[in-house]
């Protein structure tokens, strides 16, 4: 299954547009039509690849300009993520280079997995169990929340919430006290 997962024609146009976002964030190359090429599948309908075309070749000079400006301790870019960094930095370049911009976009937005699906699916079948299904779809969605969530919940800091809740109301205050 893997073997087949990995061989399949979306993955490979997947890797193809990770290299030429790479490549042509690290410097200008001098094969873009054949690079533009080879992911037109992938973007066809949604960006216009003559613009592309230009704003790979400029892309190069706009990254290192912003290293050097933000004095960022990049050599080389490896990850879509250090790229996404420096759009973040300066965020004119995602205006100056749109079409670049919606590429790094589209390829963020493609799942290469359905497992975070697959893990919501079971969390549903461990928390609808026999005793639970009573439960109204609205609690049952609230509950799924909260379990597949559970690492940020657990960094919630529950007093805050409480003196929140306990300082939003005079009657509250009466029957709580006052907390600190």
């Known amino acids: 299954m893997l073997e087949i997962r990995f061989t399949q024609k979306d993955f490979k146009l997947l890797c193809n547009v990770e290299k030429f976002i790479l490549e042509v964030s690290n410097k200008p190359s001098n094969q873009l039509n054949e690079q533009i090429e080879t992911i037109k599948d992938f973007c066809i309908s949604d960006i216009d690849t003559l613009k592309l075309k230009t ?3 400029m892309i190069s000079d706009f990254v290192k300009s912003v290293i050097d400006t933000y004095q960022l301790e990049i050599k080389q ?16 370049g995602k205006q100056m280079f749109r079409e670049f911009d919606n590429l790094i976009r589209l390829y963020l937005t493609i799942p290469v997995t359905t497992a975070t699906a697959e893990r919501t699916f079971s969390a549903l079948n461990r928390l609808k169990n026999i005793l639970r299904t009573s439960m ?13 969530y559970k690492e940020k919940l657990d960094k919630i ?4 919430i409480l003196k929140k809740f306990v300082s939003s109301n005079e009657k509250r205050q009466a029957f709580f006290g006052f907390l600190d």
């Open 157 to 160: 800091d529950l007093h805050e």
């Open 136 to 148: 109204t779809q609205s609690r049952l969605n609230h509950c799924l929340i909260a379990h597949i």
């Open 77 to 92: 870019i490896t990850k879509i993520s250090t790229l996404c960094e420096i759009f973040n930095k300066c965020s004119i």
């Open 55 to 57: 704003e790979a070749s």
